[in-house]
């Protein structure tokens, strides 16, 4: 069964940036969709981005212009870059791979915090 591990989470000011990662332990191309979610305290989790076989993206309204998803096969490897990150943006962040959004792995997730 595949697992997938997040790395590259850290403490950054509002402006920065990270890069965060997502390694799997078999083909990321198995699966048709892989995604980034994001948990802030006291909230639900919601969608960020996902990556299907053909390359095609999606964010979402919050993160568009700013966040960019993607993946490099040969590393089984999916990533999410992260630009002019505002204090909102602070939350857990979790890499998520399966036939769909509904029926998928999770990674244990890494925090992202961004200060004022």
């Known amino acids: 069964q595949v697992q997938l591990v997040e790395s590259g989470g850290g403490l950054v000011q509002a402006g920065g940036s990270l890069r965060l990662s997502c390694a799997a332990s078999?083909?990321?191309?198995?699966?048709?969709?892989m995604g980034w979610h994001r948990q802030a305290p006291g909230k639900s989790r919601e969608l960020v981005a996902i990556?299907?076989?053909?390359?095609?993206?999606n964010y979402a309204d919050s993160v568009k212009g700013r966040f960019t998803i993607s993946r490099d096969n040969a590393k089984n490897t999916v990533y999410l870059q992260m630009s002019s990150l505002k204090p909102e943006d602070t939350g857990v962040y979790y890499c998520?791979?399966?036939?769909?959004?509904?029926?998928?792995?999770w990674g244990q997730g890494t925090q992202v915090t961004v200060s004022s």
């Open positions: 990556i299907v076989r053909s390359g095609s993206t």
């Open positions: 078999g083909s990321i191309f198995s699966f048709p969709y």
């Open positions: 998520n791979a399966g036939p769909s959004a509904a029926q998928s792995t």
